[in-house]
């Protein structure tokens, strides 16, 4: 009896994992196995328990570790940063490591990162990851290549528009993949998210469907739907206060670093907007995004927003999961006092898996490693992104035009441009180096 009652107890701490009824097939170099199968055989990890630190017991603590531990002596990244102008005047930051890529092969899979709320390639989360993924094989990591989209304004990054990003405009990312693809033309690209860049890859899959220039996608903590999780938040004294509150200063933290570039004319309803939003007193998450996201969070015809409620309905990412033509991973834990909300029947796509984890609090998932604080989700993340850059077989046919993503050329005026959207383009301005653990002053990490 004790040993069943030990077993049930295991499992029971084991992450529920949901397939489609009929998972996808999926095609490797001699056989076909389905998604499911292809995840219990090359992901175990992702069916192991997660085992929290004892101190970090509940989602609370999780949640705010990320945000007060000390990870500057591990995971240590140097990138290469290309500044990217793009068509409407704002600049992207794309952060490539390794830093040395001369041994590299040109066909090597990328890792292509969207961070969360406020971050950058400096996040610990984000380091967890590519310090392995990047690192040589016969140092035992993936040999591949990665890239951070850092978005306009954070990491350092210059606000040069009167526009910042948000949770649901996606063409930042268009532009970005369409500039890593003409510099890697035979690499696969395997989307990797983070919180609210997790919603941007969500949305942006289901955008352009079988056109997508993604290969895959691992979306970890991703807020889904922004409204009912946004209202959970405000339901309680921790939510409100530490959690919302904290986004909510972020945000205008990072707003003040920007202020000049946003009120060069005073005149301009961006500009009203950043100054009043700069004014606020201690400022939730709903605050500041009906004050300024809702206006200044992406171009027209959708922005700006009458309200942030509305905004939040259109921005959210769980009613585009039917739509994801690549494969899908999602994780996200039972305890995250941030997104409550998950749509575990992952909208009965074949090609998506849900992964709900007992514990790990928001972008968390910490337990003990070999004498130091480990992340429970990188060896499985690990796992997927071996599965989708080398296993996968590639398809033996190309696709449709309609069905492929668009054309890429270089106008007379050296402006990257897809075919058939007119309003898209970047070029390249210039690079540098960024040690990736040096985050912005006045920022908290790990939201």
Same mark, same amino acid.
């Given at each position: ?24 097939? *999926? ?11 292809l ?71 990328i ?5 969360? *709320? ?6 610990p ?6 310090? %392995? ?36 405009h996606?063409?930042?990312t ?14 696969? *690209? ?9 919603n ?30 946004? %209202? ?8 409100? %206060? ?50 300024f ?5 992406g171009?027209?015809?959708?922005f ?25 991973l ?14 575990? %029947? ?50 033996t ?16 005026e ?34």
């Amino acid at each position: 009896m004790g040993a069943l009652l030990s077993v049930q107890a295991t499992a029971a701490l084991r992450p529920t994992v949901h397939f489609a009824d009929k998972p996808a097939l *999926l095609a490797l170099d001699t056989d076909s196995l389905s998604l499911r199968e292809l995840l219990e055989s090359r992901c175990p990890s992702l069916f192991a328990e997660f085992k929290p630190l004892w101190w970090l017991f509940n989602g609370h603590l999780q949640t705010i570790y990320c945000v007060l531990g000390d990870f500057s002596k591990r995971d240590h990244i140097t990138y290469r940063r290309t500044y990217l102008r793009v068509a409407d005047g704002g600049t992207l930051g794309l952060d490539f490591a390794p830093l040395d890529q001369s041994s590299l092969r040109e066909d090597a899979p990328i890792v292509v990162v969207q961070h969360g *709320l406020t971050g950058g390639s400096y996040e610990p989360y984000v380091r967890a990851v590519l310090s %392995h993924a990047c690192a040589p094989v016969d140092k035992g990591g993936l040999g591949y290549r990665a890239v951070v989209i850092n978005f306009r304004g954070c990491a350092g990054v210059p606000l040069t528009s009167y526009r910042l990003y948000s949770a649901g405009h996606t063409d930042d990312t268009r532009n970005a993949l369409a500039y890593i693809r003409h510099q890697f033309p035979k690499a696969r *690209l395997l989307g990797l998210g983070f919180s609210l860049g997790s919603n941007v890859l969500t949305r942006y899959l289901g955008e352009e469907g079988p056109r997508t220039r993604l290969h895959s996608v691992c979306a970890l903590a991703c807020p889904w739907n922004l409204k009912a999780n946004n %209202h959970g938040l405000l339901t309680s004294f921790l939510g409100k %206060h530490i959690y919302s509150k904290g986004m909510g200063g972020n945000l205008q933290n990072l707003l003040r670093k920007h202020i000049q570039s946003l009120t060069g004319d005073p005149s301009h309803y961006v500009a009203i907007a950043a100054k009043t939003a700069v004014g606020l007193n201690k400022p939730t998450l709903a605050d500041f995004d009906q004050e300024f996201t809702r206006i200044a969070g992406g171009p027209p015809p959708h922005f700006p927003f009458p309200s942030s409620e509305e905004y939040y309905v259109w921005a959210s990412s769980d009613k585009m999961i039917p739509d994801i033509t690549v494969p899908f991973l999602s994780l996200n834990a039972d305890d995250d006092p941030v997104v409550k909300h998950v749509p575990m %029947h992952g909208g009965e796509n074949g090609l998506v898996a849900m992964v709900l984890t007992k514990g790990g609090g928001h972008l968390g998932w910490f337990q003990a490693g070999d004498g130091f604080v480990d992340r429970w989700t990188t060896r499985p993340i690990l796992e997927w992104l071996k599965l989708m850059g080398e296993d996968l077989a590639e398809p033996t046919t190309a696709p449709q035009e309609s069905k492929a993503p668009p054309k890429l050329f270089v106008d007379e005026e050296g402006w990257l441009r897809e075919e058939g959207r007119p309003h898209l383009g970047c070029k390249q301005l210039s690079e540098t180096i960024v040690e990736g653990i040096n985050g912005e002053s006045g920022i908290l990490q790990g939201l």
